[in-house]
């Protein structure tokens, strides 16, 4: 069984920055491409960002383009969402996924194991 367990979140203001953290415990953590979602209240979850499992590659979400960026360690079993140039409207909740399988997927889907989900508030 995989553990996601995310970290990082808070109450910010635009323009502002944050790092999240998600750490993974029960496998072997470079075995999963990795990715991070958001959920703001009365939306569907939707993607953000993905990296495949060496680091090599990574996707991004038009709306966070150019100020996110994501990163992993897999000696530390860590995936990171450097945020920069914080808005309102990345208000969230923010997941990290893992995928175990196949290609590196952007839809929730393609994902195995999910995290609790930490909290990201933007004021203006």
């Known amino acids: 069984q995989v553990q996601l367990v995310e970290s990082g979140g808070g109450l910010v203001q635009a323009g502002d920055s944050l790092r999240l953290s998600c750490a993974v415990s029960?496998?072997?953590?470079?075995?999963?491409?990795m990715g991070w979602f958001r959920q703001a209240p009365g939306k569907e979850r939707a993607f953000v960002a993905a990296i495949t499992r060496s680091g090599a590659s990574t996707y991004y979400a038009d709306s966070v383009k150019g100020r996110f960026t994501i990163s992993r360690d897999n000696d530390k079993n860590t995936v990171y969402l450097q945020m920069n140039s914080l808005k309102p409207e990345d208000t969230a909740v923010y997941y990290c996924?893992?995928?175990?399988?196949?290609?590196?997927?952007?839809?929730?889907?393609?994902?195995?194991?999910w995290g609790q989900g930490t909290q990201v508030t933007v004021s203006s």
């Open positions: 996924a893992a995928a175990r399988f196949g290609d590196l997927g952007l839809g929730i889907d393609d994902y195995d194991y």
């Open positions: 029960g496998r072997i953590f470079s075995r999963y491409h």
